[in-house]
Structure formats: C-alpha cells, structure tokens
C-alpha cells in the first residue's frame, strides 16, 4: 500500500500561496527549448524522443533545469516533455524568474518532470522549492513530490516516503510579507534631566 498522500492546500493557505508563485516570466512560454550536454546525446526522429547525457542544462526562456541525464519526448501537438533524472546525492536542479522583478523559484528533487503543453512542474523525490527575492526567502516547501501548475496556480504537496522530513511529513513555511520593508521601530528619546524644586541640598553634618 502506497504510503504518498496528497495533501491539497486550504483556500486560505492556498491564496498566500498564490501571489509569490503566481505567474512565470510572461515570455518564458513563447521561448524555444536550448539543451547542452558534455556526453553522448541522441535523436529518435521516429519516435520523438531525444536523449542526454553529463551535465545537462536545458533552458527555456528564463527556465532552466540542471540533471545528469535528461529525457526530452515531443508529442503528436507539437509540445514536449522533459524528464530529469537524478539522485537522492546529486538531485536535480530548476530554477524560473517570476514577473515580479528580481523575484525567481528555485527547487530540487530526485527528479524533475516538465510539460510545456500544460505548463506543469513535477518535482519527485526529496523535493523542496523556495521562492526567492533577491538574497531574502519569501516561501519554502518541502514533501515527497511538488506538483504545480503555473496556468492554474494550483500547488499540490504530496506526503509520504519520499518526503525529506522524518515520517514523510509535508513542510510549508511563510514568511511575513514585506517584513523586511519595515522600518525599524523608533528609539524614544531620553527624557532630559531637570533639578527639582522641592528638594533642599543635604548639610553636611559638622566635626
């Protein structure tokens, strides 16, 4: 029996979840897929489907996703599908910017699934991904797979054994919004000193 859960975000959580991850770059979708690769690689014309292998860095726009060995297959419509395979000790990498500026997703996994029909990620294995503003984290997930939908922004964790956490526990974390915007709360001043005008000065007692 299976033991990977799906656990389905609340509205609420899901609707804190929806703006930092609302949206790739606007153009990514338009962009033609760019593969480079330091050993053998091959194409199947007939069956669509090519093959890569050692370092593999495939990009899409401002998408890029970094594996040992990389499957690409095009389907009937024209689009294709990626599978990256990995390790639990050298996982695969992605990385997208968002529309906001100097805003981008970054995760890992196992490995990593890529359709840019339905324009869906699939992180399986160990996965964790964080949204990044510049050098400050802004979300962080973690679970035995990440599925998310970039037209829908519907984010699925799913539990399980998989998951990086002890008993295949799911992990969010959300960051105050804009917290590190705040100004700092202001010092009072010191209160100035002023003699009293009640007290006498004490005499000194006589030798």
Known sequence: MSLRRPLLLSTALALALAAP?????????????????????????????SEFNGNVIMTKGSMEL????????????????????????????????????????EGRADQIEYDTRTETIRLVGNAEARVMQGDQLKQALSGATL???NRTERLVVETGAGSPHPSGRGRVVLMPRNAANEPPPASSAPLPLRPSINLTPRQSPQQ
């Open 147 to 149: 599925n998310y939908d």
């Open 21 to 49: 991850w609302a949206q790739a770059a606007k153009d990514d979708h338009a962009k033609p897929l760019n593969l480079v690769f330091d050993r053998e690689g091959a194409i199947d014309k007939v069956k669509q489907r």
């Open 66 to 105: 970094r594996a040992d060995r990389m499957d690409v297959q095009e389907t009937s419509d024209g689009y294709y599908q990626a599978y990256a395979n990995g390790t639990s000790a050298k996982q695969v990498h992605f990385r997208q910017d968002r529309d906001n500026p100097g805003e981008r997703i």
